[in-house]
């Protein structure tokens, strides 16, 4: 029967229906590098367990079927603990794909292979890709791949995607897939297989997964698969319910626990003769880099020699000096400003119009000036350093060197990627605090990342404001990092909820391949770009609207009573009204301010530490509130907003007192 | 041979008045069973006790059985504060029942898995039981948790004991299965560990759970 319906699926294929294959495996073992080798899409690959956070779809021919490619992030199970795990099985539950790649790490095959064993348990068409064999090779792993595909009795082919080996003959077994008919046949202990019998006979309904593999699902409690099994078992369910709460019942101090163990010895088996270790550990230099970079003797220091070169040398002195001064002095005031300007008074009969394209808050010599000339340099280099960083490896490195200090402020070591890349872009960075496991941990996260952290926009221009005046600088830096371990530390004992655990594999340190390094600053940057610019743009025409319709200035009357509170003209309030619409416009405006001479040095202080911590721009404000919820988003602002502008007061009161000018 | 709860008080009161008071016999009143107790008649038929004139003392047999009846007490008492974390009168009433239900075997796994104990949480010997010659002659050193480890020592995986089946299921996801090879690279700041050839990194709330026998 089951074979009359197979023939039925093929036929409705071969008419022209678009054919489906998922890729499916560990964390960081080059899902996503395969994804794009096949698909000449690309997606954000990194040495990072983690990245994928959300599903990629490309189309790929092969031959002359269409086929559409499903990335999926990492899980270590098919019974799934976090969220990512959840959105990677829900493809294999719903989606019903024709084929299953299931990418595994040459390296570590007895502990990846448990996945496969339950992949041909729940009776799906599965192709093993045994990656990464290029490094296990290097290490002196010697793998028997035919013996391993015999046991298994499903296609599996070696692979070094990164060294795109192997690509060609994954295409022809997808594009040959037939299922087995003599898949490994998975027998587990006398009782469990007596245990997984009484519940798959009490299983009536339809299933995409095989009901054995469902039914040992059920016993490990997983609330997703139950509801699926009620759904389609309907008034027979509550039997099934009552036998699977007895079982769990009775085998309740080691379920899990036991059911790993059989697996394992499985995995055992299969892999006998098939893999031959090295007699001797080889110690390459990446391990020692590694070793290196996570004592804290050498980590420490290894971190001060990144964050000088990397963050201030590359991103702050060359990136948002050098090319900010080429971009944005020389090419945009020194040229295209004029000249656009001379063409726009010339072709343009109305001076109102002509200040929407050029005039002060013109959209050309304003909203583009600062995206392209300011915000373009700062962020490349930026994203340059990051990606560098992010494939040699060393994040998670940095990760577990932080977790201690992390873990005070309520947020394990996971956190550092999201904050690091704050000092990027904080809208990017508060998606990414979705990798992190609990609720409480992400706020926290999200609130820092909304009050303390400068995006590298602002960070560059605010570091350019206050370079002339070191002291204002250094008040600056103290001030911020003062309030970021305050709100940090409050935070971690106001909230409620269970302090978070830390636990991250660490990839092998890897030497960055340069073309890698530069596409993802390009996705990154394109993915930037799209999103400020029209942003920059819209915030010139409602600047140039308030101006026109004279709101503007009452808004800025308005806002006089409170800057002279924390002690600045009444001009300051445009750069507050900038920096809504993003942080760093913000800043750039101040910058504005500056060379006009209307600001002191106390003043610029204030105003610098007030625009930092004030209101995240709107897109930061808009992914909040996707990422939190409307409530949490809302509160996370109103508290910014009450905080910065405290702070302000407190530190203008300070200054003054000390007499700082 | 299974013996009454009762019995096994009336050997533990002689033994620790013969072993670490250095009396030949006890009165029966200062065992803490009533004279008209069957129990007595159980330790007689079984002969394991002598009682002459209001004195109760050891036969050789009764000897080592209420050494062993001691020692089942005294681990059950480090079961409780060590494992269980129940302390004081709580934990002493506790370990008073529980000691019944160590014989036939549980004793050698439960003085195993605390690391073959020479000491009660009150500071007195427990006398060593078979498991611990073993143990000593083999230079095993035991089992410890993770955070014990020195940085480059391995050893196998025993056993994760966790309160929490998601955390569990975490370690299990990184290899951490009983019968598996860890080798402990760092404990500072954060323990790092490889098995098989992967690294991973765990804070020490989760390294605390990892229990792991020792190679030396």
């Keep these: 029967m089951g074979k009359c319906c197979n023939v039925g699926t093929e036929q409705l294929k071969s008419a022209g229906a678009i054919k489906k294959v998922a890729l499916v495996g560990n964390p960081n073992v080059g899902k996503s590098v395969l994804f794009n080798a096949l698909t000449g899409a690309y997606v954000t690959v990194s040495n990072y367990p983690g990245t994928s956070v959300e599903v990629s779809r490309g189309n790929t021919l092969i031959g002359n079927v269409h086929w559409e490619v499903v990335d999926t992030p990492g899980m270590y199970a098919i019974h799934t603990i976090t969220e990512e795990e959840r959105v990677a099985r829900e493809i294999l539950l719903n989606e019903k794909p024709d084929v299953i790649l299931h990418v595994l790490d040459a390296r570590n095959l007895e502990r990846m292979l448990s996945m496969t064993v339950q992949l041909i348990e729940a009776e799906l068409p599965v192709i093993l890709i045994v990656n990464i064999l290029d490094e296990a090779e290097r290490i002196g792993l010697q793998i028997d791949l035919p013996l391993l595909e015999k046991r298994l009795g499903i296609p599996v082919i070696g692979a070094a995607t990164a060294r795109k080996r192997g690509i060609g003959e994954i295409r022809k077994a997808i594009s040959e897939y037939r299922l087995s008919d003599s898949p490994l046949k998975v027998v587990y202990g006398r009782n469990l297989e007596r245990d997984i019998l009484e519940v798959q006979k009490l299983m009536q309904g339809k299933y995409l997964f095989a009901r054995r593999a469902l039914a040992l699902l059920l016993l490990q409690q997983d609330e997703e698969v139950t509801g699926i099994v009620r759904e389609a078992e309907g008034g027979n369910f509550p039997l099934l319910e009552q036998k699977v709460k007895e079982i769990f019942f009775e085998r309740r101090e080691s379920f899990h626990l036991d059911l790993s163990m059989e697996r394992r010895e499985i995995a055992r088996e299969v892999l006998r003769d098939v893999v031959t270790f090295p007699e001797k550990d080889l110690v390459t230099w990446q391990e020692k880099l590694s070793t290196f970079s996570v004592k804290p003797l050498t980590g420490v220091p290894l971190l001060i020699v990144v964050i000088y070169f990397g963050l201030y040398q590359f991103v702050g002195v060359f990136g948002a000096g050098t090319l900010v001064d080429i971009m944005e002095g020389k090419l945009f005031e020194e040229h295209f400003n004029p000249w656009i300007t001379g063409i726009a008074v010339a072709y343009i009969p109305w001076e109102t119009i002509q200040e929407l394209f050029v005039g002060e808050y013109g959209i050309i010599t304003l909203g583009i000036r600062y995206a392209v000339g300011i915000i373009l340099p700062i962020v490349a280099t930026f994203f340059i350093f990051f990606s560098f960083l992010e494939d040699t490896g060393y994040f998670p490195r940095l990760a577990l060197l932080v977790d201690r200090v992390f873990k005070r402020f309520g947020m394990s070591g996971r956190a550092v990627i999201p904050m690091v890349l704050g000092f990027g872009c904080d809208t990017m960075a508060t998606m990414v605090t979705r990798t992190l496991e609990s609720t409480r941990e992400r706020v926290i996260a999200t609130l820092l990342l909304a009050l303390a952290i400068p995006c590298s926009a602002q960070l560059g221009v605010i570091i350019g404001l206050l370079s002339k005046s070191p002291g204002a600088l250094f008040i600056w830096g103290g001030t911020m990092l003062f309030l970021a371990l305050l709100v940090g530390f409050l935070a971690a004992r106001v909230m409620p909820g269970k302090p978070p655990i830390f636990y991250m594999e660490l990839p092998p340190m890897r030497l960055p391949q340069i073309g890698n390094v530069l596409t993802k600053t390009y996705t990154r940057m394109q993915w930037y770009f799209l999103e400020i610019l029209p942003l920059f743009i819209i915030a010139s025409i409602l600047l140039w609207l308030g101006k026109v319709t004279r709101f503007f200035e009452k808004l800025v009357t308005v806002m006089t009573p409170a800057m002279g509170a924390i002690g600045l003209p009444k001009e300051a309030a445009v750069a507050f009204i900038f920096g809504f619409f993003r942080r760093d416009y913000g800043s750039a405006g101040l910058y504005d301010l500056q060379s006009k001479g209307l600001m002191d040095g106390r003043q610029l202080t204030v105003a610098a530490v007030t625009l930092t911590l004030f209101i995240p721009c709107v897109a930061q404000f808009l992914v909040m509130k996707n990422e939190r919820g409307w409530k949490t988003a809302l509160g996370i602002a109103l508290f910014v907003t009450v905080f910065a502008w405290s702070s302000g007061y407190i530190l203008n009161r300070l200054l003054l007192a000390v007499g700082f000018a | ?216």
Aim: aromatic residues 6%; charged residues 30%.
């Design chain 2, 1 to 216: 041979m299974k013996l009454s709860e009762h019995a096994e008080e009336i050997l533990e009161a002689i033994w620790v008045a013969t072993e670490e008071k250095g009396d030949f016999c006890l009165e029966i009143e200062k065992t803490g069973v009533s004279p008209d107790d069957p129990a007595y008649a159980e330790l007689t038929a079984n002969a394991l006790v002598e009682i002459r004139e209001g004195m109760i003392c050891f036969r050789p047999e009764g000897k080592k059985e209420g050494e062993m009846t001691i020692r089942r007490h005294r681990l059950a008492e480090r079961l409780m504060m060590d494992v269980l974390n129940i302390r004081g009168e709580d934990g002493d009433s506790k370990a008073c029942k529980f000691e019944h239900l160590l014989n036939e075997g549980v004793d050698t796994k439960i003085c195993t898995m605390l690391n073959h104990p020479k000491t009660c949480p009150h500071g007195k010997p427990i006398p060593p039981g078979e498991c611990c010659e073993d143990a000593r002659s083999k230079g095993d050193l035991g089992i410890v948790t993770l955070t014990e480890f020195k940085s480059g020592q391995a050893g196998e995986i025993a056993y994760i004991q966790s309160e929490d089946s998601k955390k569990m299921q975490k370690l299990m996801a990184m290899g951490v299965l009983p019968g598996n090879r860890i080798t402990l690279m760092q404990s500072f700041p954060s323990y790092i560990f490889r098995v098989g050839y992967s690294e991973f990194a765990i804070d020490s709330e989760l390294a605390r759970e990892i229990f792991i026998r020792k190679e030396g």
